[in-house]
């Protein structure tokens, strides 16, 4: 097996001690279901703007979320914040006219104009101004982000950190893992200073075949990476030669389980919106995928709370009922819609499993910087059920064991033809997953009671 891996240097005492103190802060929930003063809040954590390479302005883009049943949008532009005075030619924005027109229509006590040597301007709203106007309190809620944009050599790094103050700077590195970690440090460190809860994650890690698992395993501070993004360009279902995000999924939570005593990875859906002028398209749209998020309040804090307490299941159109989990079982209810049938998987590795791998191999003979090929022992299908509920009962010897849940229903507006509309249930630890007191539910290992 992969020796197991030092902590970062690059990671200070201090900020070990705040990731292990935000993890053991959230109480275990064993029943995730709408019940008493808890509720599911459905949100969108990647979102681009005119602020950036977005096509549409910050409020028409929050009008859309909430007109479409949201309850909170956190907004990513990337290596900005919507903090300070900017103004655009109207002519040579993303959106152009039209998005400009749809504004003033929408808007029309609003909008800043002006002429600038002939040339039409608009000032771009800052968050703070399209909080104060678009959100309701209990109802919708905007939450400032960035998508910190890194590289290492061509590959694009990118990672969210949602509730943040000050931009934060791409810290580059001598290697994709480097990179990561470098990004990951500098957002506990903010968030030590500040003590304000920040969430940070990896997004689209098949984005530029960029982020391999291997790259991933190791990563201190990390909890969250999208297993789907609705971008149709970041290749969540992988090629021939390369793993998919979910095979990217098990491979990263086994590895960490078994070789690395670090605590299981979430997997997020998001929008990644872009294009928001002629839906549906093949562009880059609202609406394709979200997470559920199970909080008593409708807050920055509550919500990233309920979030690093694996509290909350991804979706891009299947709604579930409740995840319920037992020192003995995980059972999972759909939210049915007629005419719709479900199939839900138990996935998961189990001890004993065949560690090895081996790396893929181009055309010319030289290996692909692509995750390697691992054993099918790894995130195998321990059971399949057909219906609206499931119960897969532990037998002992499972490391994790997550769940997916997959509609006969197509998604209408797919981040790849032919997706169908699913939902992912976070990973649980096993039986066979705890090795040290690291590893116990309250601390990262997911939702399960010890024994």
């Known amino acids: 097996m992969t020796p197991k891996a030092p902590m970062p240097k690059s990671l200070s005492a201090g900020l070990v001690f705040l990731f292990a103190a935000a993890l053991q802060s959230s109480a275990v929930a064993d029943e995730l279901k709408a019940t008493g003063d808890l509720r599911w809040h459905r949100g969108n954590m990647h979102t681009h703007s005119h602020w950036s390479d977005g096509d549409d302005y910050l409020e028409a883009i929050a009008m859309w979320y909430r007109d479409h049943d949201y309850d909170f949008l956190v907004f990513t532009d990337h ?4 903090t300070t005075e900017r103004w655009v030619d109207v002519e040579k924005s993303k959106g152009g006219r039209k998005a400009f027109d ?3 229509a929408k808007f029309p006590d609003w909008v800043e104009e002006r002429e600038t040597e002939g040339r039409l301007e608009v000032r771009l709203r800052r968050f703070d101004e399209v909080s104060e106007r678009i959100a309701v309190p209990d109802e919708f809620l905007l939450i400032q982000g960035e998508e910190i944009s890194d590289k290492y050599e061509s590959y694009p790094i990118h990672m969210n950190a949602s509730h943040v103050r000050e931009v934060l700077k791409p810290r580059g590195g001598n290697s994709v893992h480097e990179v990561m970690q470098r990004n990951l440090d500098a957002v506990m460190a903010v968030r030590k200073e500040t003590g304000q809860p920040t969430m940070i994650h990896l997004n689209h890690p098949n984005f530029g075949y960029a982020v391999t698992a291997e790259d991933m395993v190791p990563l201190v501070g990390e909890r969250f990476f999208e297993v789907y993004n609705g ?9 021939e030669q390369r793993a998919s995000t979910e095979r990217i999924w098990d491979i990263v939570n086994t590895k960490r389980l078994v070789d690395f005593d670090l605590p299981l990875m979430y997997g997020l859906a998001t929008d990644d919106g872009h294009s928001y002028h002629n839906i549906p398209s093949r562009a880059s749209e609202p609406g394709r995928a979200w997470v559920m998020v199970l909080a008593e309040t409708l807050s920055p804090e509550a919500l990233i709370e309920s979030l690093e307490a694996g509290r909350f299941y991804a979706t891009n159109g299947v709604m579930l009922k409740s995840i319920i989990t037992t020192p003995k079982s995980l059972t999972v209810e759909v939210g049915a819609k007629p005419g719709e049938t479900y199939t839900i998987d ?4 189990r001890k004993g499993f065949d560690p090895s791998s081996k790396p893929v191999v181009g055309d ?3 290996e692909l910087h692509t995750t390697r090929v691992y054993s099918a022992d790894i995130g195998t299908t321990l059971q399949s059920s057909e219906g609206e509920k499931a119960t897969y009962t532990f037998q002992g010897d499972e490391i994790y064991v997550r769940a997916r849940v997959t509609s006969s229903a197509d998604h209408p507006n797919p981040s790849e033809i032919g997706d169908k509309q699913q939902a992912w249930v976070q990973p649980v630890m096993g039986p066979g997953g705890a090795k040290s007191a690291s590893q116990e539910p309250a601390t990262g290992g997911g939702r399960r009671k010890s024994k």
């Open 79 to 82: 290596n900005v914040l919507p």
């Open 364 to 366: 010319d003979g030289k």
């Open 231 to 239: 971008h149709p360009g970041v290749h969540n279902s992988g090629s």
């Open 346 to 349: 138990f996935i998961g590795t």
């Open 102 to 104: 749809k504004l003033k």
